[in-house]
């Protein structure tokens, strides 16, 4: 039985979203419209930890999707350049965290292609500041060596040099045109978030003005008329054959053969932010080609500590505050069909799912190796999963994620 979420709790989604927005801008001294509201400028830089964890405290209880003043998040120094943040212990038992679809006739209702259980426990995360500032500075680097050949390195080979023809049409693809000229001034990372739908102001003329950003990333959607995300896009990540003519598109070979792609996942050990999440890998190259980075698109929505918590995103036609919903591989067969042949991933997206996808079982039990079975026994997968499918990085870090590199100078996340 499939229940459509209604026109009224889309709207409530977004009313919860603007109060937030509204009292973030608020205590930043914001005081007049949103018609003409622009991006608020991120201190940039490690400023010291006890100004980290007090920023990034701050930024925890007002995005408010898993903690809030009520139900503080415990954010506190390890040593003198750890950070230690403890989710709450939620409120009430419960709280599922899921990604939402629409079926795609969305008056039918709603599926999870992903869902866990929040757990009753509380929740602690480490962050190495030190490693963190170390990782973007490295990408940069990174990306610098890779502008100064006008091309990529070839990894294979113990000296950095540019590569042969032969290599560069064998294993080697070249990389993203777009960024080999030189490193960019200010960017904007568009991604899929709900929070592009359900902010103050449409950010589409902005993202898509020239003389405000050198280059526009974009991944999953290509938008080809004007939305709450705009219509540009400079560097575009997967699905090439989307990206609309003259955007340089990053490939999986290039991520897989690049020096980019090593280097990556070299200096992402040890930071605490882990390995994959939902856009981190296009968020990374973007931090790597970019003096500053404005970040749309990004976060998970919540009521509150306690509820559930959804990745949804803004392209969805209804949206939803809860996780109330079949599993994609618990559908009938005739709404399976139908659904799983208009996915992107198409019977993929079923298979993942059927791994992925236990509302009642503690998102923890789910690994790379390891899931519940039908049973609730703890059973070894068939296939392993990629890092990003792992709900400790799906859901926890991602959300996290922006949060600690915002709070640091990294990027600035424009949410509001």
Same mark, same amino acid.
């Given at each position: 039985m499939f229940v459509a979420p209604t026109k009224a709790e889309s709207m409530a989604v977004c009313g919860v979203e603007q109060s937030r927005a509204r009292k973030f801008l608020s205590h930043r001294g914001h005081t007049g419209g949103v018609a003409d509201l622009m991006p608020i400028d991120n201190k940039r830089g490690f400023s010291g930890l006890d100004e980290a964890t007090r920023r990034l405290r701050s930024l925890l209880h007002e995005r408010g999707t898993l903690c809030a003043k009520a139900h503080p998040c415990s954010v506190k120094s390890v040593n003198n350049h750890t950070l230690q943040v403890c989710l709450p212990k939620p409120p009430v038992p419960g709280g599922t965290l899921c990604q939402s679809s629409p079926i795609p006739s969305p008056d039918e209702g709603s599926f999870l292609?992903?869902?866990?259980?929040?757990?009753?426990?509380?929740?602690?995360?480490?962050?190495?500041?030190?490693?963190?500032?170390e990782y973007s500075n490295e990408l940069?680097?990174?990306?610098?060596?890779?502008?100064?050949?006008g091309s990529d390195m070839c990894p294979l080979r113990k000296k950095h040099r540019a590569c042969t023809e032969e290599e560069r049409n064998g294993v080697q693809p070249t990389g993203p045109a777009r960024l080999m000229t030189r490193q960019l001034d200010r960017c904007a990372l568009t991604l899929s978030? !709900?929070?592009?739908?359900?902010? @103050?102001? /449409?950010?589409? %003329?902005?993202?898509?003005?020239?003389?405000?950003?050198?280059?526009?990333?974009?991944?999953?959607?290509?938008?080809?008329?004007?939305?709450?995300?705009?219509m540009r896009t400079d560097v575009a990540y997967r699905h090439c054959h989307r990206a609309p003519e003259g955007a340089s598109c990053i490939t999986e070979d290039w991520l897989q053969w690049s020096t980019f792609g090593l280097d990556r996942f070299r200096v992402l050990q040890g930071t605490g932010l882990g390995i994959a999440h939902s856009g981190g890998t296009l968020l990374d190259l973007a931090i790597a080609s970019c003096r500053r980075l404005d970040v749309f698109g990004a976060g998970m929505f919540s009521l509150g500590p306690g509820e559930?918590?959804?990745?949804? !995103?803004?392209?969805?036609?209804? @949206?939803? /505050?809860?996780? %109330?919903?079949?599993?994609l591989f618990a559908m009938s067969a005739a709404a399976l069909n139908q659904t799983a042949g208009k996915l992107a991933g198409g019977p993929m997206e079923v298979e993942i799912s059927k791994r992925v996808c236990h509302p009642m079982s503690d998102c923890y039990s789910i690994n790379t190796t390891h899931a519940p079975s039908a049973s609730g026994q703890i059973e070894k997968l068939d296939m392993p999963l990629f890092s990003s499918e792992v709900p400790h990085d799906f859901y926890f870090l991602s959300e996290l994620r922006p949060h600690v590199l915002h709070a640091l100078g990294i990027i600035n996340w424009v949410w509001y």
């Open positions: 292609l992903k869902a866990c259980s929040r757990g009753s426990g509380q929740r602690c995360f480490r962050f190495d500041l030190h490693a963190i500032m940069r680097r990174a990306m610098a060596r890779i502008r100064a050949h978030g !709900h929070t592009l739908k359900c902010g @103050l102001r /449409s950010w589409a %003329r902005v993202i898509d003005n020239t003389s405000h950003y050198d280059a526009v990333f974009r991944a999953n959607m290509y938008p080809q008329s004007e939305g709450p995300s705009g559930d918590v959804v990745y949804q !995103h803004w392209y969805d036609k209804p @949206l939803t /505050s809860h996780c %109330r919903a079949p599993c």
